[in-house]
């Protein structure tokens, strides 16, 4: 697309192709799909074993149908394909929403260096997610049907998920190509996708909104199977505001493993601001958490169920709102006021416990807490639940050692033989060492 | 027995009589529509337990109505009753037998099938609207639109919805009320085969009245309460029982609002939110923005 960009060639390294031309652009895919470094780590051994038994397994599922491998039953239609990867899945997706918000319309450039990143997550995280909701659909070929079928089931609240899901991670994509275009070296579009930044990024907190509120509206039609102490007609609203916890503390946990992972991609300008932007993270993730227990307290008192604490689920309740919602809130205050990174990022793995306690809760354990047989995931759900995971960190990796998205962009702007950024990426290689630690070569 | 019956005409005096005048009928039917949009009246069915000997004859008319598959258990054995059965893929009906808290010598049977509420939860969660509510009473499944997301079983609050796990391409199942037949004009076939008159067709309107009329008669041989009629809004086959509905196997506590009303003020916050969310966030961004302010700059430096 445009000429004047071709990176100097490195020494021993063929030359990148022109990726403008079609031919140029195969042949700049089949180079960069090709694996860098260490094939036989012990990362790539144990996901691609979880991976390919998990392939035979969704085989099976589609060949005999969903009793063949989960544990789902009458009284059970939704289990942990469900519970976990979608409605927790995309509850941790919601850093993207919320970083984009801070960066771009609030203008906090204290986090622009880890908007890629976490948009990124979020994208892959809406991909794998709406590829494992395929395999819990019983017939997914009729998936279409509410996008462009005749069929449009207005008074759904699942149908306006499913529309605010699809757009959403079309945004995504677009907020992620600015850092496709780098790697294609496509400067044009790279400057025709700028020009839509705000745009994109106020439609996609507007969808955001309302497909995480969306989510737990789907539970608002279950009063008489979801237990009074998570039944609330504020569902929606307490999936919304969790998501921006969830999407905090998912962002300092990414940042954790990319940070020891990728250290060598990391520029120093990331690096010196890291503390900082952990404790930002953190004084977030605290404010909207107490938002979120008020919210959560007016809820047990309006409706009367103070007594309903005093029964095994009742414990069940306090384990997840006072031990994985209140106890890291406090902690966070603590990690604030001790300016302490290191127990921010502990206290946002507490806090990613609680959202997941509590998206299983509503969405599997305490729904239908009377019944005699209960729901418990077979081995084959968690196993398709670890390949779904393994299969999007394989690709997360393959993105970030390829484009820019943990550096700096590279300046289209400045003048043939000045991409440093670029070239350095062409340098690094893959190295995953026992450790799982990355360094350049 | 005189208690009941003084407990009765409380009851009745309290519920039906003050239902019947003017001012609070009215309230009523506003609240529990009787008939669809097109202002035809909702077909339905009422199920009197006192009438039902568990003959099974309706599980045997309504499998070959549906050409559903043999079951394994010949419809003619009473061992069936031994536990309670629950609709299936492959039975939309099925009669359970309870003991009757009442009279132990005379067990109840009550059969379980699609309630076909008047205003249904399964055909508001059905993205796709493959769960239609038909002007004529009976909630039909339209298996061409569905996708198999099993929404309707989590919205259902009577768990009547049933999925074909084993199969590769699976539909929902469930009764959809002999919808042809009731389009004919005729009534459902488990309603044609009852030898003892215990499951009566007709306008829900009509079988309110009916209903009412048995109670006000047998005051001793009937609970003073007819079930599905304001449950969750109402539903189209109602029952009749001689003991409270909680000792046979109905939920009590679903309350009378109807269900998509549950999530009608969430999605009616959804176009608000669509317009107003992206019109405060371009105000923000604009209000933060300082491309302007440098624009302005620039220009009055002049370079």
């Known amino acids: 697309m445009e000429s004047n960009v071709k990176p100097m060639p490195l020494p021993g390294k063929p030359a990148a192709p022109d990726t403008g031309t079609l031919k140029g652009f195969l042949r700049f895919l089949a180079q960069e799909l090709k694996p860098r470094g260490k094939i036989l780590t012990p990362f790539n051994v144990v996901t691609g074993i979880i991976i390919l038994v998990g392939i035979a397994i969704i085989a099976v599922r589609f060949a005999r149908g969903l009793g063949a491998v989960t544990n789902l039953s009458q009284a059970y239609p939704w289990g942990i394909w469900i519970g976990f990867d979608v409605v927790t899945g995309v509850a941790f997706a919601g850093g993207a929403y919320i970083l984009t918000f801070a960066v771009h319309i609030l203008k906090v450039k204290k986090y622009e260096p880890i908007v890629r990143a976490t948009v990124l997550n979020g994208f892959l995280a809406y991909v794998f997610y709406s590829g494992a909701l395929l395999l819990d659909l019983g017939r997914p070929w009729n998936v279409v049907n509410p996008i462009i079928g005749n069929a449009f089931g207005y008074g759904s609240v699942l149908f306006l998920v499913a529309w605010h899901f699809l757009l959403y991670t079309l945004v995504l994509f677009v907020e992620v190509s600015p850092a496709i275009a780098e790697w294609l070296k496509w400067v044009k579009a790279k400057r025709i996708i700028q020009k839509v930044t705000t745009a994109t990024i106020i439609l996609g907190v507007t969808l955001s909104t309302l497909h995480q509120a969306g989510l737990g509206g789907l539970f608002l039609t279950a009063p008489s199977k979801i237990h009074p102490l998570w039944y609330s007609s504020n569902i929606p609203v307490l999936f919304f505001i969790s998501s921006m916890f969830a999407g905090f503390s998912m962002i300092i946990i990414e940042s954790m493993f990319t940070h020891r992972i990728f250290s060598d991609r990391l520029d120093e300008a990331h690096r010196a601001s890291h503390n900082k932007i952990l404790l930002g993270l953190a004084k977030g993730s605290a404010s909207v958490m107490a938002a979120y227990l008020f919210l959560k307290v007016i809820d047990l008192t309006h409706g009367h169920q103070l007594g309903l604490l005093l029964t095994p689920m009742g414990y069940w309740y306090l384990v997840e709102v006072a031990g994985f919602t209140l106890l890291p809130l406090v902690l966070y205050v603590v990690a604030i006021r001790e300016q302490s990174t290191r127990l921010v990022q502990g206290t946002a793995v507490l806090t990613a416990i609680g959202v997941i306690l509590n998206r299983l809760n509503i969405s599997v354990i305490a729904f239908k807490w009377y019944e005699a047989v209960r729901y418990y995931p077979s081995w084959m759900e968690i196993w398709v639940t670890l390949a779904v995971i393994s299969m999007e960190l394989w690709v997360f990796r393959w993105v970030i050692t390829r484009m820019p998205i943990l550096g700096a962009p590279p300046d289209f702007t400045a003048k043939e033989g000045t991409l440093n950024n670029l070239d350095d990426a062409e340098v690094v290689r893959w190295k995953v060492s026992s450790s799982w630690k990355v360094s350049a070569s | ?303």
């Open chain 2, 1 to 303: 027995m005189t208690i009941s019956r003084r407990n009765f005409l409380r009851v009745a005096g309290a519920a039906g009589g003050i239902l019947l005048a003017g001012g609070a009928k009215s309230a009523r039917t506003a609240q529990t529509p009787q008939t669809s949009a097109g202002g035809i009246e909702f077909n339905g069915m009422l199920i009197d337990t006192t009438k039902c000997i568990g003959c099974r004859a309706c599980e045997e008319a309504c499998n070959a109505q549906n050409s559903l598959p043999k079951p394994e258990v010949s419809f003619s054995s009473e061992s069936v009753f031994e536990k309670k059965r629950d609709t299936t893929p492959d039975a939309y009906v099925v009669v359970n037998r309870f003991p009757n808290v009442k009279d132990p010598d005379k067990p109840i049977f009550v059969r379980r099938q699609c309630m076909h509420c008047t205003e249904p939860s399964c055909a508001s969660a059905c993205l796709c609207k493959a769960m239609e509510k038909t002007p004529e009473g009976p909630t039909v499944y339209h298996k061409d639109r569905c996708m198999g997301c099993r929404y309707c079983m989590i919205s259902c609050p009577f768990d009547i919805p049933k999925f074909e796990y084993n199969s590769p391409s699976p539909f929902v199942k469930k009764c959809i009320g002999c919808y042809d037949r009731v389009a004919r004009g005729e009534q459902p076939a488990c309603a044609e085969a009852c030898p003892e008159g215990a499951t009566l067709f007709g306008k829900r309107r009509d079988l309110i009245e009916e209903a009412r009329k048995r109670i006000y008669r047998n005051p001793d041989r009937y609970h003073p309460r007819i079930y599905g009629e304001h449950e969750v809004g109402g539903t189209g086959y109602m029952y009749l029982s001689a003991v409270p509905f909680r000792t046979i196997g109905f939920r009590i506590d679903l309350g009378t609002k109807n269900y998509p009303e549950l999530t009608s003020g969430f999605l009616s916050s959804v176009p608000l939110v669509d317009i107003l969310w992206p019109a405060v966030l371009f105000g923000f961004n604009y209000l933060i923005s300082d491309r302007g302010e440098e624009r302005g700059k620039e220009s009055g430096d002049g370079e």
